[in-house]
Every structure is written in C-alpha cells, then in structure tokens.
C-alpha cells in the first residue's frame, strides 16, 4: 500500500510519506518532512522541512506544522490550529537559528483554532480544547482550556474526562467511562494502572 496525494497537491522530491497516508487537497509537503503511516493531512495542510509525523495522526484543514514540530504517533491536530518556531519574530530579523522545538506526544489532542507557542512539549494523551493558547508544557493526561491555557482536568487516554481532583492528591483514582481503564495520580502525574 502506498501513500495517495490529491492532484491539487504538492509533496515536494525528497519528502517521506508512510503506506496508506493520504495528502488531501490543496496541502503542500517540502521536501524534508517526515511522515509515517496511515495518517490524514486535511485540505490546506503545510508541513515544512523540518517536521516529523509519527503513524495515525491525523491533521484537520487549515493547518501549518512549520520546521522543529514533532507529532508522535497517534496525535489529533484539529481544524485552524497555530504552530510556531520563532518565539519573538520580526520581519526584518532573521532568526531561523533560533527555532524553539514543540513535541506533541503520542495521543494527545490539539482542539480547533488552538495555539501552540514553540519551545512547549504537550504530553502523552493530555486534551488541548479549542481556541486555547498554550505556553508552556502541559502534562500528560491534562485537560487545558482558556488563554493562556491552564489545567482543568484530566483525560483517560480513550479521550474522556476522568473524575479526578485537579490538583494532585496522591492515591486518588478513577475510571474511564468509556473503556473501563483505571488511572491513579501520584505526584502530580497521572498513570494508567496496570
């Protein structure tokens, strides 16, 4: 199985894109972008050289992923949403030098419209809801909202709101409603258990 382009599109010489991955209409990827398997680029999507895209991730319409951007695997990156490199730009300074890099780890969720300033690692399944500015890192599992983005929950990795106190409260518990999956935070951090 090999990767399908739309006519519309344009995957420059050079560029990576894994079997059964599909380039929608309109999207542009450079030449030394990565792209693994069985992912979906929406209409409009731009992916620059510097980008790395891990299997089934999936990147909605009007999205440009610029130079030092990593999505690990199984990442949603929703319509509209913002990625930057440069963290003070200016026209008339070039600072190409200067990327800040974003990881986006593996399975979370990036709402529509939301913004991810560089040099910020968004965590294993954590939730960024629409429109929400994110400055800073954000753990894994956490539900962030608002500008600037701030934690307002937690999410079981199947994507549903735990039953958690959001501030860390050592041995406290919950259940995925959905899959029925046990989480326990500890330390501020919250574990699938085993």
């Known amino acids: 199985m090999t990767a399908w ?20 209409h309109f999207s542009h990827v450079c030449a030394g972008a990565r ?3 069985n992912c979906s680029l929406g209409q409009n999507v731009f992916l620059g050289n510097d980008v790395r895209i891990g299997d089934g991730v999936k ?5 440009s992923v610029y130079d ?5 695997d199984g990442v949603f990156v929703g319509p509209s949403a913002v990625f930057t490199n ?9 600072r190409k030098h200067e990327y800040r890099r974003t990881l986006v780890c593996q399975g979370a969720t990036l709402g529509a419209n939301c913004t991810i300033v560089c040099g910020s690692t968004i965590g294993a399944f954590a939730f960024v809801g629409a429109g929400a500015v994110v400055t800073k890192d954000v753990p894994a599992h956490a539900l962030m909202a608002g500008v600037p983005a701030r934690q307002i929950g937690w999410m079981s990795r199947h994507g549903e709101k735990l039953a958690l106190p959001l501030k860390a409260v050592d041995g406290a518990e919950a259940t995925c409603p ?4 046990r989480y326990r935070l ?9």
């Open 5 to 24: 382009v739309h006519p519309s599109s344009v995957v420059d010489e050079g560029a990576q894109l894994g079997a059964g991955t599909k380039v929608w």
């Open 35 to 37: 792209v693994g398997e």
């Open 59 to 63: 990147i909605q319409n009007n999205v």
């Open 68 to 72: 030092a951007v990593t999505l690990e």
């Open 86 to 94: 440069v963290h003070n730009p200016r026209a008339t300074v070039v």
């Open 178 to 181: 959905a899959t029925g999956e």
């Open 186 to 194: 500890s330390d501020g951090h919250l574990t699938l258990i085993a």
